[in-house]
């Protein structure tokens, strides 16, 4: 009899945890496991690549919470406090209104998808909230959470839930011993799930379109614009390699909360002739593909899945000096480390732009990787994490 195995993920907009996540649903053995995915939130830009195997949950909730005589309570009580001038008290009633949002919102989960279900294995695909719903609202045998990030996120949670899970996932041994030190509670049970990229897939996928020809320099970044993705270093980066008279387009694929100011950067130092905001894509490769070097400007990383696909499209990689950096970045192998700076990215392009050895040792370094044993790794390390 097939063991009930269910993923919880936060949602399928595209990002890197999304998109090991499809890789993570290939590798499932469907012979031994009945799959369901569960989705909190109802944005599914990606559902359409998960494996057609998967039983597939998407989170409707129709509830407008913020609308509801409670919350509203609270936001007036918030307000007035605000008034008066009273931050402390204002910012508590707004702490106590997210929570009372949090705890109604995934009670009404639990009771619409999961009332009287109960599945051999849960998996919190994400760390934080994710890790708390299935910790709290499901029943299971075995339950197992994935840590994607290299930061100690909302320790609190982490500190409550990771007691209670059998088996923690992280994404190679440097987080390994980040996350032994963060919660001693996780010695003992952490298994290494890489994430894992399909090279011929993306290959294949890189060949969807052509981006314009040019004589210029190009360069390629790929990321949520949010603050950690460091898309602010990038575009001061850029204004480093025009004043320097670097010949370079740079194109941004991405989208999110930092885009204003992103292009507000853009316009200020006169950019718009070197700076390509692409949005979000739901196939990124064919930039890529197309550039000549992959630059990741974080602040911080666990195991970007953006600097996996560059090196499988044989682009040299610039990547600041994060948790992820680090692990997937040899300087003068496969590309270069910088500190988390724009000088130091800027410099890095500069010198690699000018360096034609070097980018070519590069090339022929990155072309030369066999990469047809790993998905059978990858697989070999599912099968471990839930089966023992």
């Not at 996540?21 to 369901?36: F, H, P, R």
């Not at 309570?73 to 702490?95: E, T």
């Not at 705890?103 to 999961?114: I, L, P, Q």
């Amino acid at each position: 009899m097939k063991k009930k195995l269910l993923i919880v993920a936060h949602h399928m907009t595209i990002g890197g945890v999304q998109k090991s996540l499809i890789s993570a649903l290939k590798a499932l053995d469907y012979n031994n496991y009945d799959v369901t995915l569960y989705l909190r939130k109802n944005r599914t830009d990606l559902l359409s690549f998960v494996d057609e195997r998967v039983n597939v949950i998407v989170n409707t909730d129709p509830n407008r919470y913020y609308r509801k005589p409670y919350a509203i309570f609270l936001q007036i009580k918030s307000l007035i406090a605000k008034f008066f001038g009273k931050k402390d008290k204002a910012r508590n009633f707004n702490d106590i209104l997210e929570e009372k949002i949090r705890c109604d919102a995934m009670e009404y989960e639990r009771k619409t998808y999961f009332s009287n279900t109960h599945y051999d294995i849960a998996v919190a695909y994400v760390q934080g909230y994710v890790a708390l719903f299935v910790d709290k609202c499901i029943n299971a045998d075995k339950k197992i959470i994935f840590y994607h990030t290299s930061t100690n996120d909302t320790p609190e949670i982490h500190n409550a839930v990771v007691p209670n899970y059998s088996a923690v996932a992280a994404l190679h041994e440097q987080q390994k011993a980040l996350l032994e030190e963060w919660y001693p509670s996780s010695k003992g049970k952490i298994k290494i799930v890489e994430n894992y990229t399909d090279k011929e897939l993306i290959t294949e996928q890189s060949n969807a379109l052509s981006i314009p020809e040019t004589d210029k320099t190009v360069i390629c970044s790929c990321g949520r614009f949010s603050p950690v993705k460091g898309f602010d270093m990038a575009v001061e980066a850029a204004k480093t390699l025009k004043k320097q008279n670097v010949n370079f387009i740079w194109y941004f694929v991405g989208d999110g909360p930092e885009r204003k100011n992103i292009e507000q950067k853009i316009s200020e130092y006169s950019l718009e002739n070197n700076i390509i905001i692409t949005g979000m894509q739901k196939n990124p490769y064919p930039y890529i593909a197309g550039c000549d070097i992959y630059v990741q400007p974080s602040y911080e990383e666990a195991m970007p899945v953006t600097i996996l696909e560059a090196h499988r499209l044989n682009k040299p990689v610039i990547t600041t000096t994060t948790v992820g950096g680090l692990k997937l970045v040899e300087t003068d192998k496969n590309g270069v480390v910088c500190n988390i700076s724009s000088d130091a990215i800027a410099k890095s392009i500069s010198d690699l732009i000018n360096d034609k050895e070097k980018y070519n040792l590069l090339l022929n370094n990155l072309e030369s990787i066999d990469y047809s044993h790993e998905f059978d790794k990858y697989k070999r390390q599912w099968k471990s994490l839930l089966e023992e």
